[in-house]
């Protein structure tokens, strides 16, 4: 079992930078593919980035390609997610997950969940 907790959220302006950590619990973070996710009020989870298991392959959604980057540190058992550029429809709750799936998009694939981290940009 992996348990996720998320940092780093917070107020930012538009066209500012933000760093998202996730650390991990357990022995077995090397084995998972990792992710992380994000939900505005009203609207439904959404991709926003994921990693392999080494860290040799990143995918990530269109609203976040050339703007977002994620890493992993398997040694820290920790992920991060880098954020630049960033516009104000970003602002979102921002969650890291973990799934034994490649090139997982879907959140029903994921099987553990950070409890999120707040991220709001203004404009």
Known sequence: Q???????????????SLRLSCA??????????????????GKEREFVAGI??????????????????????????????QMTSLKPEDTAVYYCAATIYGQAVNPKEYVYWGQGTQVTVSS
């Open 2 to 16: 992996v348990q996720l907790v998320e940092s780093g959220g917070g107020l930012v302006q538009a066209g500012g």
């Open 24 to 41: 991990a619990s357990g022995r077995t973070f090397s084995i998972y593919n990792m992710g992380w996710f994000r939900q505005a009020p």
């Open 52 to 81: 392999r298991r080494s860290g040799g392959d990143t995918f990530y959604g269109d609203s976040v390609q050339g703007r977002f980057s994620i890493s992993r540190d398997n040694a820290k058992t920790t992920v991060y997610l």
